[in-house]
Every structure is written in C-alpha cells, then in structure tokens.
T-cell receptor, first 113, second 109 residues
C-alpha cells in the first residue's frame, strides 16, 4: 500500500510569491491534515479536511488555505509568502477525522528568500 | 485539550530499555494517549496508542496507571536508530493532534 505522497519535496520561493503544495493520502483515507514545522514553533496544526470539507483550522492567517478534492487528494496554498513561512510542511492522512492513527508524508521543505 | 509535559531530552546507551514518561493531569474521560516518533526532516510516525492499563506492540509498550494522569512509553533494547524525537499526545477521537515539544532521545554507542 502506497504511503502519503507530498509534492514537491523541496521548494524555493521569493517573498511575495504564492505557493501550492500537494498531498495524496493513503488509498481509502478520507481525512487529510496539514502541519507546519519550524525549529522555533515545533509542529503546528494548520487545518484538516474530511470529505472535501474543512473540519478544523489552526491559528494561522488567512494567507494559508487549503482544499480537498473528491479523490481525497489535498492541496494547501500560501499567498504573499513571508520569510517566516520557511518551514517543513507535513501532510497526514487517516481513515477518519480526529485523534486516530495518522500517517504522515515526508513533507515539503519550503524556503522563502 | 489536555496539556502534556515530557522531559525535553534523554540520553541512553545501546541495548538499554528506555522509559519516557508523559504527564497529562487534566486528561478527559474520552481522551486517548498516542505516541509518535520523528526523525529529522521526516514526518512523525505512529508508535502506539492506548486508553488504560498496558498496551504492547512489536515496537514498544505503553503503561497507563489507573488514574490516567500520566503514561510511560517503554522502548526495549534501544539501538542507535532509535535516536529521534518522541511526542506524547492526548485527545478525543473528535479532536485534532496538538504536538508539544516532545522528548529528544539520544542513543549513544
């Protein structure tokens, strides 16, 4: 069974640009969550999607958005990039939403210059 | 969400048993306890989950006392490859994960 796939693995963007990250969950999993990990703040929850609906959202500005498609694949978008958005962005999938066993992808390392 | 407290770091030697204790004094009745392991530049990996007493799988054991205000992750005979950050999370199935700073375990030869 294929794991969670995140693309791209690495990305370099310039301040002010926007970026879209992609996550393909494990087949059959309908819940996808996104996290931001930085050395200073650790792992922080961004949002969760289940059956194409945003179920929960963390404490991030509106520049961070996401969506989920009917095949459960998810994308997150960050607009007007800031230097502080440089981080490892992780996607996790699980069969159902909430505090169940989640399977994380390798992440996308975003560097904003 | 129940707040958790873990040691920031621990050192151990290869072949030893490592016990990492997590405190969660305000755990709710419906909350489960979950542990994850994370290597640098990788996503966290599920280790074990439990509600009460003891849970064991091929990787670790989880001990939860009757009052459930703490839990202990036990890693038998650690190796260098067990060097990682270990996160303790507490929550209900309807909630999302809240990761604390975790415990950085260093296994020495």
């Amino acid at each position: 069974k294929a794991g969670v796939t995140q693309t791209p693995r690495y990305l370099i963007k310039t301040r002010g640009q926007q970026v879209t990250l992609s996550c393909s969950p494990i087949s059959g999993h309908r819940s996808v969550s996104w996290y931001q990990q930085t050395p200073g703040q650790g792992l922080q929850f961004l949002f969760e999607y289940f059956s194409e609906t945003q179920r929960n959202k963390g404490n991030f500005p509106g520049r961070f958005s996401g969506r989920q498609f009917s095949n459960s694949r998810s994308e997150m978008n960050v607009s007007t990039l800031e230097l502080g958005d440089s981080a490892l962005y992780l996607c996790a999938s699980s069969p159902k939403p909430g505090h169940t066993e989640a399977f994380f992808g390798q992440g996308t390392r975003l560097t904003v210059v | 969400l129940a707040k958790t407290t873990q040691p920031i770091s621990m050192d151990s030697y290869e072949g030893q048993e490592v016990n990492i204790t997590c405190s969660h004094n305000n755990i709710a009745t419906n909350d489960y306890i979950t542990w994850y392991q994370q290597f640098p530049s990788q996503g966290p990996r599920f280790i074990i989950q439990g509600y009460k007493t003891k849970v064991t799988n091929e990787v670790a054991s989880l001990f939860i006392p009757a009052d459930r205000k703490s839990s202990t992750l036990s890693l038998p005979r650690v190796s260098l490859s067990d060097t990682a950050v270990y996160y303790c999370l507490v929550g209900d199935y309807g909630q999302n994960f809240v990761f604390g700073p975790g415990t950085r375990l260093s296994v020495l030869p």
